[in-house]
């Protein structure tokens, strides 16, 4: 079952995507973004340098967080597989709940 459907409208720090019909095949979705309303495909190459940047960053941080179980990159890919297998909501919604944890005083 798929999670994604044509029409779909998202805006994730201020910039919006939509979803929209493919035509690789019956079913094919494409995702767009546009910043100025001026819509144009996502790239993959997009994806590819946002986890690049964040795995090598995360990585460094490793080196400053002693308490962490694992490196900041496998935390990071550990994370894209939940966005992959329960939808990209619910890894947003853990790393809030995480990010509010640390924010909270002990």
Request: hydrophobic share 40%; proline share 8%; net charge neutral.
């Amino acid at each position: 079952m798929r999670r994604w459907v044509g029409g779909e409208y998202i805006v994730v720090a201020g910039l919006p995507f939509r979803v929209i019909e493919g035509r690789k095949a019956p079913g094919d979705l494409r995702l767009e973004w546009g910043p100025d309303s001026s819509w144009q495909p996502v790239p993959m190459a997009a994806a590819f340098l946002l986890v690049d940047f964040f795995t090598e960053n995360e990585d460094h941080l490793t080196a400053f967080r002693p308490h962490w179980s694992s490196p900041g990159g496998d935390w990071f890919m550990g994370e894209l597989q939940r966005a992959r297998h329960h939808g990209w909501q619910s890894a947003t919604a853990l790393l809030m709940e995480q990010r509010r944890r640390r924010e909270e005083p002990a």
